[in-house]
Each structure stands twice: as structure tokens, then as C-alpha cells.
């Protein structure tokens, strides 16, 4: 079944790439205005007329339901870091929505962090685990990631320049995510007891509630600044959750001893991918910021 989990991650890590896409396309083509929740409800009034915007949100609904198969085979350690496919899906398809190709700068950084990723993967190999958590793995384990999400939200909204609030709201996003993606494992757990026993348990409605709330940080992280601000914060921070959840909660764990060494090299790339980033020059690393519509051709233009 490992085969089929990889396969349906990717599926979901394309879906989603193509979602971001697409929204960020919507939101750079609204001007961001100044206020707060009217403000807000306003300019998503907007982007509900927008065909990128709601193709987009169709793709997120697609990636949830390709998730949610791939989790019901296999591990959250294993699914969610998968997702980091979704930095390369998002460079490629970036680029031709965009069109404007990164410079090699910013393909090396996200080449490095995608490696980094699959290397530390790869090296600490996370176990399966148990298919549900006990209630009181999900108190310690919901607290923290509740408690990680309103400080993260809390130091995003003054925060300069905007890059920096864009990586912030991602990395909120994320563990809401990681957080939706691990009550969604919980809620397929229990499918095998029956239709009714996961229609019965909270955790399925809580996925919802959870999975609108990181919607709403994602839609904000997208508004805020690049997509090489937020893309990274967002899916490197779901799969590192993703694995810290996947531990406090299932039991799952990863291998050390000699393994430690490639894990650590992982590791270093990660972060070496991440400074590449952070000091990616205007033009390559705001690759994303301008949408640059050809103009209707005009049919009484003379060409000479």
C-alpha cells in the first residue's frame, strides 16, 4: 500500500500547487485595502467573481479528498511530508501562470529544500503508528498546535516587510493544516469500525472547522506577499508538524542512530534552501507578484 499512499500524496501535492497558483494569480490582481474584517469580507467578495480564485478553491477541495484517501493507507509522518512535492509542482506551474521564469537562484533554493526534505524523509523512514489517538494525546497535542496558531497570527499582523508577514500566516496556515490533516487521519481511522463510527465522532466535524480556519490564514498568507514567502512556510511547516503530530498522537517515530547523519544533512539543505530564499534578488525572488496580461489585440492596427 505504500506505493498507492506516495502516488495519492503527490496527486494531492500537485492539486494543491495548482491551488495556490491560481489564488495568488486572483489576489495580485486585488489591491490589498487598509481596515479589518469588512475590509477582509470585501475583497473576498471580490475574489468569489474571480474564475482563478474559485478554480483554485475547487483544486484545494480535490487535493483534500486525494489527502484524505492517501492518509487512510498510510502514515501522517509519511503522507503530509510528501506534500513537500508541492514546492517544485508550484515552481513549475508558477511560472507558466506567471509567466515569468524564476532565476537560477530561486530554483536552486527550492530544489534544496524539496531535496532536503525527501533526504530526511528517505533517512528517518516514520513508522505507521496507531490508526486513532487517545483523548488525552489529542488535549496535549490540540493545545499546542492551538497555541502555536494565535501567537504566530498575533506576531504576522505588525510584522515588516511583507515578506516576513507572508512566511508568518503561512507558517500558521500549516499547522492549522498539519492539525486538519492529522483529525482527518483520525476520522479515516475509524472508518473500519464502521460508517457510523466515524460519522459519530467529533474529530470528522472538527476537521471542518479546523480545515475553514487554515483556509482563511492561507487566503491571508497569499494576499500578503510572494508566493516564495509563503509556499516554503506553508509546506515545510505542515510536514515538519505533520511529524511532530504524527508522534504525539499516533505514535509515530523515527529512526536515529547512524541514520542521523543523513537526516542532519537533510536538514542543512532545508535551511540552506530557506537563506536562498530569504536573499533571492527582487526580480527572481517577486516572480509572483505581477500578473502580466497580454492586451486584446487591436483589429484596426496596421503592422508595417
Not at 167 to 179: D, E, K, P, Q
Amino acid at each position: 500500500m505504500t506505493g498507492v499512499t506516495v502516488l495519492l500524496a503527490l496527486l494531492a501535492a500537485l492539486s494543491n500547487a495548482a491551488a495556490s497558483v491560481l489564488q495568488r494569480r486572483a489576489a495580485v490582481q486585488e489591491a490589498e485595502e487598509c481596515g479589518r474584517a469588512r475590509a477582509a469580507l470585501r475583497r473576498l467578495a471580490r475574489l468569489l467573481r474571480r474564475p482563478n480564485w474559485l478554480a483554485g478553491s475547487g483544486l484545494l477541495a480535490l487535493s483534500s479528498l486525494l489527502q484524505a484517501a492517501a492518509l487512510a493507507t498510510g502514515s501522517l509522518s509519511l503522507v503530509q511530508p510528501l506534500l513537500a512535492a508541492e514546492l517544485l509542482f508550484t515552481l513549475i506551474v508558477g511560472s507558466v501562470a506567471f509567466r515569468r521564469t524564476p532565476d537560477r537562484r530561486t530554483w536552486l533554493a527550492f530544489a534544496a529544500l524539496a531535496v532536503g526534505l525527501a533526504l530526511f524523509l528517505l533517512s528517518a523512514s516514520p513508522s505507521a503508528g496507531r490508526p486513532t489517538a487517545t483523548p488525552q494525546a489529542w488535549l496535549a497535542g490540540g493545545t499546542a498546535a492551538i497555541g502555536a496558531v494565535v501567537l504566530l497570527v498575533a506576531v504576522a499582523r505588525p510584522a515588516r516587510p511583507a515578506a516576513a508577514r507572508a512566511a508568518l500566516l503561512g507558517l500558521a496556515s500549516a499547522v492549522s493544516f498539519a492539525t486538519t490533516a492529522a483529525l482527518l487521519k483520525e476520522a479515516v481511522g475509524r472508518l473500519g469500525q464502521g460508517p457510523e463510527a466515524m460519522f459519530g465522532h467529533w474529530s470528522l466535524y472538527a476537521t471542518g472547522a479546523v480545515g475553514a480556519v487554515a483556509f482563511l490564514l492561507l487566503q491571508s498568507a497569499l494576499g500578503a506577499g510572494s508566493l516564495t514567502a509563503s509556499q516554503p512556510a506553508l509546506t515545510l511547516g505542515d510536514a515538519i508538524t505533520s511529524v511532530i503530530l504524527g508522534w504525539v498522537l499516533f505514535d509515530e517515530v523515527i529512526q536515529l542512530g547512524a541514520r542521523v547523519v543523513p537526516e542532519v544533512i537533510g536538514i542543512t539543505l532545508i535551511g540552506t534552501g530557506s537563506l536562498g530564499l530569504a536573499h533571492a534578488s527582487a526580480e527572481g525572488g517577486e516572480w509572483d507578484a505581477h500578473v502580466r496580461d497580454r492586451p486584446p489585440r487591436d483589429p484596426h492596427r496596421v503592422h508595417r
